[in-house]
């Protein structure tokens, strides 16, 4: 468990190089002792709005819009380039961490992976917008798009640490109840042992058992919290302010019910981040014979490649969701077959017809169903924001 989102928990540091906005800005600390409630529909607005990282691409914008001092926009253009190269080398290490972790959230891999991706194309960027004699009008068209590609890839990286958090306190409330389990076999051993029909070696094993489950639980909640910090700095806060998440959005089986595929495609398309940027680099050549048209040729051809990954990615995606929502709906049967069952259970207790141990079992088997239900939602929720991502110009992965 100790892996488990320690990548995502890499990466922000970094990112969030400025210092993080108070919780309190008027000074009213009774206010900040509040926690603030953070709802999953409500993070794109938040990062718009509150980010440091995307404050900083802000200012460093504005700067080549008004400076006349071509060092000064060098010198913004090299610090952005250098905070990008650690960054991108944190999130390496992340991915490597994560990709053979089989527990990890649902989407953080892929977060990762699209974080990778696109910082690399943007340090390569600025490199060589560094190198530039002059801050020319594609080099401005260029660095707004990478500002528009870094506001949704960090939504997009703040919706996997918040689904992160609630896969993790599935599994933090499991162990909760395994621990009830444990304790209340462990007073059964007890007493067996004091009647010498068991020996000291199982009570022994017993009581370890309980101890490393206690450990694990110790290993989540910190994780919990850290998540929660890491959450509070994507937001422009104190990274110790109070934080709150709501629970996560429950999905249905008709996500495309009102969705355009088509025209949903052909947003995807336009304003794919990688296919506008190799839009940018084919505008920028010049020369003339037949070199010139070998590299026209070639960044056309760099262009119909990247069009045809956004289409195949669009129809993977589809392809999961629907895959998804069935999934989705055979937990929900599940879970729903396992309230009646309990219920019935319940009675037959009541009529003492079954044990305390079989009404407990009973009662397990209701919370894992539940567990897997709420998984399966989470499993489509993530899935419907990575095409909504792709939708919005997210680089699909190779």
Known sequence: ????????????PLLLSIPAL???????KDAAAEPAVVSFGRLAELIRENNPTLQQIRYQQQALEQTDD?????????????????????????????????????????????????LTYCATSLSSQFDALKISDETKEKVAIQAEQAEVQLTSAAKALYAGYWSLSRQ??????????????LKMLRMRFQLGQIAELDLAEAENQLQVLQSSKATLQNELKNLLCQLNLLLGRSYDAPLALAGLPGMSSDFFADRDQEKDLETALAKNFTVRLDKLAQKELTGSGAAYTYQ???AGLQIS?????????????????????QALASAGQTYRHQQRLYAADQLRFELGQISDLALDQSKSSLDAAYTEFQNANANLLMATESYLDLVAGLSPQS
Do not use: C, H
């Open 22 to 28: 108070a919780a309190d800005a008027t000074g009213d």
């Open 1 to 12: 468990m100790s892996k488990r989102l320690l990548a995502l928990m890499l990466i922000f």
């Open 172 to 185: 933090l409330e499991s162990l909760n109840q395994s621990e009830a389990l444990l304790q209340d076999n």
């Open 305 to 325: 490649a990247d069009q045809d990954r956004v289409r195949f990615q669009f129809s993977q995606l589809s392809r999961a969701i629907a895959d998804k929502e």
């Open 70 to 118: 071509l060092n000064s926009a060098a010198d913004a253009l090299w610090t952005a380039y250098v905070q990008m190269s650690n960054t991108k080398s944190d999130i390496y290490s992340a991915m490597m961490a994560v990709a053979g972790n089989p527990d990890a959230a649902p989407g953080v891999l892929e977060a990762l992976q699209g974080s990778y991706a696109a």
């Open 296 to 298: 026209l040729q070639a």
